[in-house]
């Protein structure tokens, strides 16, 4: 039995998003669908970091695409995004964390690679990849863009994928429950299998545990083996 999980690309996105890569067969990055620019709850460009005990957003800037609303379509905007100020905010809030010098060079390496690239979801692929490689997790990545899918409705979508990859079983975070047609997936002999991931607290930097917050701000604190045992 095939177990595959599917998530947009998210930027440095948290624990929960890379316990999901490790328990499944396949992980496909969803990079096909719109991107929510101005939603207040979209994490497509940015990430949730602990600033002066305070959870706030760690961004990057991405241009207006008029001809495309897709994930795969949006263009970084490299004169908006402050890089250098934007990775002296992550050196001054952990740098009293436990793991600081032991992971902060790999996130800064991360993070100024991404300007690198041009598109938002390739420098997303590439973070999540290489933080994959970090924490050892060998599970294949597929990119939903290049798996020529026709499906529009978000049910049919994920069922095609399923089909596609030769999967009997689809892993899906919890907030699915409310967006599945268990039914129409029943029907397409497709299981649903919702994750059984709990964040625990852990010893953060500040006071206040802020939970939900980046993978950065697991491994600033809590290290590269200790995340792992979180994942496992």
């Known amino acids: ?22 328990h499944c067969d396949t992980f496909v990055i969803l990079d096909n669908v719109d991107f929510q620019q101005g939603n207040h709850n979209s994490i497509t460009n940015r990430t949730k970091i602990k600033c002066n005990g305070e959870e706030k957003f760690f961004t990057i800037c991405v241009k207006k695409n008029n001809e495309s609303k897709l994930i795969k379509d949006i263009v970084i905007d490299k004169q908006a995004t402050n890089i250098k100020k934007q990775i002296k905010t992550i050196q001054y809030n952990y740098a009293k964390s436990t793991y600081f010098s032991d992971v902060f060079p790999l996130i800064e390496k991360m993070v100024l690679d991404c300007m690198e690239f ?3 979801a390739d420098a997303n692929i590439y973070v999540i990849k290489n933080i994959c490689k ?4 060998g599970t294949p990545i597929e990119i939903a863009s290049k798996l020529n899918l026709v499906s529009e409705d978000r049910n049919e979508r994920i069922i095609e994928i399923c089909r596609f990859l030769d999967a ?15 039914l129409l997936f029943q029907s397409k002999s497709v299981n649903i299998k919702y994750t059984d991931f709990k964040a625990k607290e852990y010893n953060q930097v500040g006071a206040n545990f802020i939970p939900g917050l980046s993978i950065m701000d697991v491994l600033m604190n809590c290290g590269i083996e200790q995340t792992k045992n979180f994942i496992k």
């Open 134 to 137: 970090v924490l050892d997790i």
């Open 168 to 182: 009997s079983d689809y892993f899906s975070g919890n907030g699915g429950k409310k967006y599945h047609d268990e």
């Open 1 to 22: 039995m095939k177990v595959i999980a599917i998530h947009q690309p998210n930027f440095m996105p948290w624990l929960g998003y890379f316990y999901k890569i490790a």
């Open 118 to 120: 041009n598109l938002m």
